[in-house]
């Protein structure tokens, strides 16, 4: 006799139209994640990213995306400032990640998403000091704040 459990999962976060609205820590983060996107090499895509990573002794830390001819060895913004931050200050949790880009010398209107390999490496860093890491995503007209980086990436692999 089976049984079976249609279930929903629910997320929720928080929606802006402007940076402005955001509280000051997120505000400024965002804002460094948007500069950051100067700093991207990405010949190929031609889609500059920018991250900024809040350290939980207050710090920041930056990265933009990295391409490579052979494509596969570029790396995106998210994990460029992860693996630095990791690196650098391998006792310091962290507490948000802040994504912007821009195409064509302007921040794209929509929020760009980490994708699902930068999800995983976030997540990484949640287990590793068992803490949410907030993920901030912001566009010229649309910012999303998750609390958590688990609301983008629900049932993770972690069970190592
Ligand atoms: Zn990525």
Known sequence: MNKVENKTLTISY???????????A??????????????AYAPYSKFNVG???LMDSGETVTGANQENAAYP????AERSALYYAGAK??????????VAAKQDGAQTEDPAYPCGACRQAIVQYE?????????????AGKIQVFESIS?????VFDNI
């Open 14 to 24: 928080r929606e802006y139209v402007s940076s402005a609205e955001l509280p000051l």
């Open 26 to 39: 997120e505000k400024n983060l965002l804002e460094q994640a948007v500069a950051m996107a100067d700093n």
């Open 51 to 53: 991250a900024a990573i």
């Open 73 to 76: 060895s570029g790396i995106c």
């Open 89 to 98: 200050y391998p006792d310091v949790p962290i507490r948000a990640i802040a």
């Open 127 to 139: 287990v590793k000091f068992g803490s949410k890491i907030k993920v901030i995503v912001g566009g």
């Open 151 to 155: 609301d983008l990436l629900p049932f």
